[in-house]
């Protein structure tokens, strides 16, 4: 979804339960894509990324999904955690060598 | 701790003051990015820098921000004449990416919060 100022789009999940983050990206051109965790305070912090000739790539706990056709991508979580909560950005790279994020979304997970 | 390193992390200034921050990046990293980061929005561009190189500038950076990286590892960047809209988070990030056709997993410091009153 998009958000304005503070008005980021929330996730509320059960610790235990699978959390699947959504992004809209712009750029048809973009050729790689990343998930970063922004925990209050902190820089962000890496989790996945996918070129643009992939459709999926796992890590620990976590699946990035690329869908060139419709420019979306999301990010799921296994077995959420407390641990796991924080903003969570994606970014697209397309001209030049610089990553443009998107505006965030809120993780809150509840015990 | 040998990730990417920013100070001072706080700095509160008056309007019209000079600041200047520093980030020490990942030592083997020759790619140096800087971005700045408002209240419920994402990082957004500045400058990066390839060795000592500044190759892109976005336009949000005003003739009152200049970057350097003299000697291709620390970077500073200084706003002169702060203004109250300066007042963000500015992100340092490195990487040892090596071309459009490598990955450019980024490394982000900490930030330093900029508060201009």
């Known amino acids: ?111 | 701790d040998t990730g990417v390193s920013q100070n001072p992390r706080h700095k509160i200034t008056k309007r019209g003051q000079n600041v200047t921050f520093r980030c020490d990046p990942i030592s083997e990293h020759n790619r140096l990015y800087w971005y700045r980061q408002t209240l419920g929005q994402g990082p957004e561009f500045l400058t990066y820098f390839q060795n000592e190189a500044q190759l892109e500038k976005s336009r949000l950076l005003s003739d009152r921000f200049s970057a350097e990286r003299p000697k291709g590892s620390f970077s500073t960047l200084e706003i002169q004449r702060t203004e109250q809209g300066d007042s963000a988070m500015y992100l340092c990030a490195s990487t040892s990416g090596g071309g459009r056709h490598m990955l450019e997993r980024l490394f982000f410091g900490s930030g330093t919060q900029l508060s201009v009153l």
């Not at chain 1, 056709?69 to 969570?88: E, F, M, N, R």
């Open chain 1, 1 to 111: 979804g998009e958000s304005v100022g503070l008005h980021l789009p929330t996730l509320s999940v059960q610790e235990g339960d699978n959390s699947i983050i959504n992004c809209a990206y712009s750029n048809s051109a973009s050729d790689y894509f990343i998930w970063y965790k922004q925990e209050s305070g902190k820089g962000p912090q890496f989790i996945i990324d996918i070129r643009s000739n992939m459709d999926k790539r796992q890590g620990q706990r976590v699946t990035v999904l690329l869908n060139k056709t419709v420019k979306h991508l999301s990010l799921q979580i296994a077995a959420t955690q407390p641990g796991d909560s924080a903003v969570y950005f994606c970014a697209e790279r397309a001209y030049g060598n610089k990553l443009v994020f998107g505006a965030g979304t809120i993780l809150r997970v509840k015990s």
